[in-house]
């Protein structure tokens, strides 16, 4: 088997070449490459080593393959530390991305060149991981220990020209790297310069107080995540503590970590995300459409949010309001946006106008006559929806795929009323649809395999976290939603409050508490839906009687000033409402329910097994693909904490028997109607299944 290192003699430059497609990953095949060019290196002629990627990218991190298996030699820190003892200067030539185990192998490097587009970081936090290989004890030390803590508790990778402002990267190389990288150590031999260890720097430590103020700062924005707050720590010691010592502080940190249900949680998610792209009855060699250019009916928020998610990919689009009046107020929020976008630093005034330059807007829908993708996205009424792709339907070129927006309609009733229904297809965008990055991909009965291919592969060009669902009310998430939202309705009017709910949520690591959630999207939302139901569909009455109070009292939520809470006009932090307490028990008398002390663990456990049970229901039924298509929905579009894995995952940890137990107390104890267990949960707890178990055996 060939060797995906390389090594050769040019001249005085003996270079190691790394060749493992696509990232170049730290494989164990390419550690004991560079392990033995390293070695040849030491005997032969060379003066210096330049260590180079083929391909489109340095080392970009470990390989995900070897993901939950036992490490084999040569091991990354010995790998690393062989390459610093290193009595040539080694050179680490650095483009596309260095990441992860990557970065880190350019940190034990003696000196660091890249090409201006090069990017460097540390991402292992967002796996509930500390760099494992030396990160934390090497980047202080050129850093210092603020900077090489905010970079390593981010995640978040850096541009060339701030590595070199930092002290990271010695040389930005124009031009070709090789080239560039092979005329710098060209110098550097000139020099005469000596290997330059970094084990080997002292940094000075930070001030107590300062220190503290970081572990503050951190714990804040970490909302109950370990890895963040073990990275402090470690780096701190290499201001402390000797290298050695600093080391072996940090292994004992990662084997925590990596033995931690945090990291397991979000190494879970890492290849749910992978997984959820994929879908098990299409091959992935499909062909797909040619997607160029993108219309969009409707030009409200959601609207606006959509174009500009095309638009800052490329894409033309066209905007379509039903008159001027509406066109120019939607464009107008696309403007303000972008403005927004500019002010806070994170685009330049010259790239937001060329994005914004790529949306055009009309009130003629024969303007949408040439596009390849047209969107609904007018508010939710079926009839208006239908009326809508009739036109579409007379409209558009053949072959043009045509998707709804909608939240939670009928896709099948939307389609059946083209003579096209295998071309339409849901896209199910999250607000604000510029930012966010889920996307539920909603497959119809008819929906055609290149439909559904296309609009997967064309989620991730415009930066979106695909997730696919079949057709249901609501499909995945907020079908789930609902359950989720009912208990929380209902632990308020059965003795909790809106603060208790919301504050056992958030400890939980939810982005926001469930009623805080309803005050942002607005009270109204949920209010206008129940409208168009009967009774019968509506749920039971006690899980809406005071959100339906607060609307009809003109309490939309943030929007109004007033909602669950009352937000302040200027900040919107919201505060609590006695008012709002008054109308829970006044509602809670009028429905004859006894007020009583409902502790966290009830809220918590009936908020999560409600939302998990419907979750079940919807494997069952075949709506969603795998268990973690739902965390991937639920992590990425609903907030809920990445560290926990998503609610699926969640259960597993829990375990099921635990969740068909407590159901089924709930059952007897609130209400039976509200409570009955997924046929799937009962079996899987009856065989002792896990979820992910179940999923693997499918």
Known sequence: MTSPVSYSLEGRIGVIRIDNPPVNALSQAVRAGIEDAIATAQRDESGIVLLICEGRTFVAGADITEFGKPPMEPFLPDLLDTIEQSAKPVVAALHGTALGGGFELALASHYRCAVASAKVGLPEVKLGLLPGAGGTQRLPRITGVGPAIRMMTSGAPISASDALAAGIVDEIVDGELEAGAVAWCEELLAADVEPRRTSERSVDALPENELTAIRAQVAKRARGQMAPMEIVEAAAAAATASFDEGMKLEREAFMRLMGGEQSAALRHLFFAEREAAKISDIPRDTEKRGIQTVGIVGGGTMGGGIAMSFANAGFPVTLIEVNDEGLERGLGIIDKNYGITVSKGKLSEEAAAERRRRIVGSTDFADLAGVDLVIEAVFENLELKQDIFRRLDE????????????????????????????????????????????????????????????????????????????????????RMLQYYGREAQLCVIEGGTPESVDSTME????????????????????????????????????????????????????????????????????????????????????????????????????????????????????????????????????????????????????????????????????????????????????????????????
């Open 395 to 478: 409209t558009c070129k053949p072959g043009a795929i045509l998707a709804t927006n909608t939240s939670y309609q009928d896709v099948d009733a939307i389609a059946s009323v083209t003579e096209r229904p295998a071309d339409v297809i849901g896209l199910h965008f999250f607000s604000p649809a510029n930012i966010m990055k889920l996307l539920e991909v909603v497959r119809g009965d008819q929906t055609a395999a290149d439909v559904l291919a296309t609009c997967m592969a064309l989620a991730k060009k415009i930066g979106k976290v695909p997730v696919m669902s079949r057709v249901c009310y609501g499909f995945i998430g907020n």
């Open 507 to 698: 400890a939980f690591g939810m982005a926001m508490g469930p009623l805080a959630v309803f005050d942002l999207a607005g009270m109204d939302v949920g209010y206008k839906a129940r409208e168009i139901l009967p009774d019968d569909q509506k749920g039971d009455p006690r899980a809406y009687r005071v959100a339906d109070v607060l609307v009809e009292a003109g309490r939309l939520g943030q929007k109004t000033g007033a909602g669950m809470y009352r937000y302040d006009p200027d900040t919107r932090r919201r505060e609590s409402d006695p008012e709002v307490l008054t109308i829970i028990e006044r509602e809670a008398e009028a429905l004859d329910i006894e007020r009583r002390t409902i502790d966290e663990k009830e809220i918590r456990d009936r908020i999560l097994f409600a939302l998990i049970n419907e979750g079940l229901n919807i494997l069952d039924e075949g709506i969603a693909q795998r268990p973690g298509d739902i965390d991937v929905v639920y992590v990425y579009g609903y907030g809920f904490p990445a560290h926990r894995g998503g609610p699926m995952h969640y259960a597993d940890v829990v375990g099921l028997p635990v969740i068909l137990e407590t159901i089924q107390t709930f059952k007897e104890k609130l209400s039976s109607d509200n409570w009955t267990p997924s046929p799937l949960l009962e079996r899987l707890a009856e065989q002792g299944i896990s979820l992910s178990e179940w999923a693997r055996s499918r």
